[in-house]
């Protein structure tokens, strides 16, 4: 069984409430460690992550040890980083031999061709985060960045990941749906399925001989995806959990 799971943005609100979403979450990763096989972590797993040589940030402690378990019962994680989640070094490798995808990825799983992508920069009239994705995740402003005090740093990151989130739910994308577009357009070239994060709208639709998923979000009505047997489906977390 292979599953998916994006835009939980672990931290974005106080450490009180986010410990509820987070026990949702760590409930999730046992259940799913009886039969999953690989599990996608397809970006903005945390609502921010950006560490230093020694320093990573220690709310998240608990998530960082449930799939380092994972991982010790021989359960293959593939991890994309999305727009929030981009500060990563080299913890999750060296550490938890969690590989760190920073672009968009391809994989066959069952003899079916899958197309991965958080989702970011996709919509058409994203070019202003597109130029500031560029900048952000620059050699230059990442030096920059880890001169900086841990904990100065790291407030830092809290604070724009917050704001980024509240312009991202705001923002009129237009009629067009850029990410729906392109993941047509990956479909036309062959792919079976197309699986983003990204917008929070959890959907499954269909293109020619294809699938399209967003895998929705974690604020209001937690969603994930399976895909096992040839078949993908997207589901209620709580529902799942309640079986």
């Not at 994308?173 to 709208?201: C, L, N, P, Q, T």
């Amino acid at each position: 069984m292979y599953y998916f799971i994006s835009d939980l943005h672990l931290g974005y609100h106080e450490r009180s409430c986010d410990k509820i979403r987070e026990d949702v979450f760590l409930n999730l990763l046992d259940k799913i460690s009886l039969d999953c096989q690989t599990l996608f972590l397809v970006g903005d797993i945390f609502d921010y992550w950006f560490e230093y040589k020694t320093v990573i940030p220690k709310e998240f402690y608990r998530t960082i040890s449930a799939l380092h378990k994972l991982k010790q019962k021989g359960i293959k994680i593939e991890y994309l980083m999305g727009n929030h989640d981009f500060g990563h070094r080299d913890f999750f490798e060296k550490e938890l031999d969690i590989k760190i995808y920073r672009g968009d990825i391809t994989q066959e799983l069952d003899g079916k061709k899958f197309y991965i992508s958080h989702g970011d920069g996709k919509s058409h009239n994203d070019i202003g985060y597109k130029i500031l994705k560029k900048l952000l995740r620059s050699p230059w402003a990442n030096f920059l960045y880890r001169i900086i005090h841990p904990d100065i740093g790291i407030g830092i990151a809290s604070g724009f990941s917050k704001s980024s989130r509240r312009f991202t739910s705001d923002k009129d994308y237009g009629e067009s749906d850029g990410m729906k577009d392109f993941a047509h357009s990956k479909i036309d070239e062959g792919f079976d399925y197309v699986i983003m994060g990204h917008r929070h709208i959890a959907e499954v639709t269909t293109h020619q001989n294809g699938t399209y998923v967003n895998l929705g979000e974690w604020f209001e009505r937690p969603t994930f995806g399976t895909f096992s047997k040839g078949e993908f489906k997207l589901l209620d977390v709580n529902d799942f959990l309640s079986k």
